[in-house]
């Protein structure tokens, strides 16, 4: 989003939606919803649909600012026609007991005016010591360094701390990926983000898994990182799991 407004003079404007439903928070071009962008955000619920990001452990709106898991208000969204999917015969599984709310399966947050900010697909947020990490935070800081060309992180078991972090990192040459870059992007998460959700590890690779749509596959990485019996050593490059 930088690179395009400083080399093509014009503003990506990020939007959120899922099959189901279609675009469902937007930051919209037409006068009556264009607003700012505010870096990060995804944007605000479009017209015709009422979003909340909900509590982890209950099925009530947070605060602002209050990470939780993005939902849709189904009694106030005269546009949300999705009712189950067909075949299913536990149609209302996306769905609070209550049918109020359609549970996205991502986690985010909104500020105070309802800008809404993607952390994670749920099943991919890392529990760390009672923090609870969305891989897209880290990774977005690890992506800035002028080395790497892609990068993504999963949790994986910690006896103490429940889980860690390790990245998984696709260099633009793969001859650097030494212990002194990997002490360079561990270094480059803690001051950009937070020094407690840097990765323990870095794994540089060739590849990472994805899906035909281009969709980092993390529970691959999970599935290799769970089958591999002596972890890596952060600099050394074990082989791609692409």
Known sequence: MTWSKAALGTEVRDHYGQTEHGMIIVNGRHDDVRTEVRPGSMGQPLPGFSCAVLHDDRDEPTAAGTPGRIAV??????????????????????FTPDGRWWLTGD??????????????????????????????????????????????????????RGEVIEAFVVLRDPSR??????????????????AHAYPRRVHFVDALPKTPSGKVQRYL????????ATPSSRGTQPDSPG
């Open 73 to 94: 208000d189904m009694t106030a969204s005269p546009l949300a026609h999705f009712t189950g999917y067909h075949g299913d015969p536990d149609t209302t599984r996306r």
């Open 221 to 228: 990485l999970r599935q290799q990182r769970a089958e591999t």
């Open 177 to 194: 990926g030494t212990e002194e870059l990997a002490g360079e992007l561990q270094q480059l998460v803690k001051d950009k983000f937070a």
């Open 107 to 160: 986690g985010g947050y909104a500020d105070a005016d309802e800008n809404y900010f993607f952390s994670a697909r749920d099943d991919d947020v890392i529990i760390m010591a009672g923090y609870r990490i969305g891989p897209f935070d880290v990774e977005s800081v690890l992506v800035t360094h002028d080395q790497v060309s892609e990068a993504t992180v999963i949790g994986v078991p910690d006896e103490l």
